[in-house]
């Protein structure tokens, strides 16, 4: 079978200013391929600059490459037009970050959900396209009687980013980009969103391109990664291999930024760790940095050791969230 999309040598780069114009290369070289008949989640990790979004701008076809070739289905994006351009459209969709900016405050979800049915003709009927509307929200785990009728303001940023995904699937598309999706939810959330994209992939065939500078959730959810630094490539291969053996010393830098749990620190334990890392007392050493500090992170003794060279908060807010929401379940008292 065809490949569903194949990059080739893509380069994007911005000029800046008319008189000593100035050249930014935001993405050189790029490559990659994914197959039809083996629908899969490749993550695109990289620091703030490195050249993701540029990414994704290009694979929607908001920006063309300075040079290379975007090949979907056999066919170069840029010469695709009327029907062909539409189907595009369609069948790559994607999800941003922020779960609000997509909404319109005074429209219902029903609104959000009613335009894409409209435009690309999917329903027969006023009773059809609600089917279809309940089924994509029960895809992703929302009950449509609780979400269907109300106001964006009235729903957790969970539920908003999952009826984003909904209104992806209800397109039926091949190819989902989801860029930085989860990484203004909350942290106890971040599992569901990331649980329905693996779905959307396992169950309904979708690729996805998950777009992050996130390296704990691209190992939770991707079978590969590729490693962008100022819009270069560093290192790409299954995910498993990457992340646990990093040939490249910016890959190294990334992964040690990592924080760990130490799955031996048992709550109501004496926090020896900590306590040699200088904690003990008043909870998280890194409380008053934390900007998610919570009444939770000034437990005595602390309740996870964090790796002390991350600058960064502590275990409870930055690491997988599943597991860290499976240790909260194990190690609080009930
Ligand atoms: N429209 C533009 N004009 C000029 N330069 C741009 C433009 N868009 C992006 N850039 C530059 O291209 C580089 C890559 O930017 P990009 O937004 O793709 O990075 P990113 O990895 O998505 O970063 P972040 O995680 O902060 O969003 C940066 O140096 C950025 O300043």
């Known amino acids: 079978m065809a490949d569903l999309l194949r990059l080739e040598n893509i380069s994007k780069v911005y000029s800046r200013g008319l008189i000593n114009a100035q050249s930014n290369v935001a993405l050189s070289n790029f490559s990659l391929t994914l197959r039809e008949d083996e629908p899969t989640i490749l993550t695109v990790a990289g620091e703030s600059g490195s050249g993701k979004t540029t990414l994704a701008m290009l694979l929607l076809g908001f920006?063309?490459?300075?040079?290379?070739?975007?090949?979907?289905?056999?066919?170069?994006?840029?010469?695709?037009?009327?029907?062909?351009?539409?189907?595009?459209?369609?069948?790559?969709?994607?999800?941003?970050?922020?779960?609000?900016?997509?909404?319109?405050?005074?429209?219902?979800?029903?609104h959000l959900l009613t335009v894409p049915i409209k435009r690309f003709k999917l329903a027969k009927s006023k009773a059809d396209a609600r089917n279809k509307m309940e089924e994509a929200l029960t895809a992703v785990g929302l009950r449509p009687e609780d979400i269907l009728g109300r106001f964006p303001h009235q729903l957790s940023g969970g539920q908003r980013q999952r009826i984003n995904v909904a209104r992806a699937l209800l397109l039926k598309p091949k190819l989902l980009i989801a860029d930085e999706p989860v990484s203004m939810v909350d942290a106890s959330l971040r599992a569901t969103i990331l649980e329905t994209l693996r779905n959307l992939q396992r169950d309904h065939g979708v690729s996805i391109i998950y777009i992050t500078h996130d390296l704990t959730t691209a190992y939770h959810i991707a079978k590969s990664i590729i490693v962008l630094y100022r819009g270069s490539v560093m290192e790409a291969g299954d995910v498993d291999t990457v992340i646990k053996d990093p040939q490249h010393p910016y890959t190294q830098l990334l992964v040690d930024s990592i924080p760990w749990p130490n799955l031996d620190q048992r709550w109501g334990a004496q926090p020896i760790k900590a306590r040699e890392a200088g904690g003990g007392g008043s909870g998280c050493r890194f409380r008053s940095r934390c900007p998610k500090a919570m009444d939770i992170c000034a437990t005595e003794p602390p309740l996870f050791e964090i790796n002390p060279t991350h600058t960064a908060s502590c275990f409870l807010h930055h690491a997988q969230p599943h597991v860290a929401m499976e240790r909260l379940s194990q190690l609080l008292p009930a």
């Open 63 to 110: 920006t063309a490459p300075t040079t290379g070739q975007i090949i979907y289905r056999g066919r170069d994006i840029s010469t695709l037009r009327g029907e062909e351009k539409m189907a595009y459209r369609r069948e790559v969709q994607a999800v941003f970050q922020d779960p609000f900016a997509v909404f319109n405050p005074f429209y219902t979800v029903d």
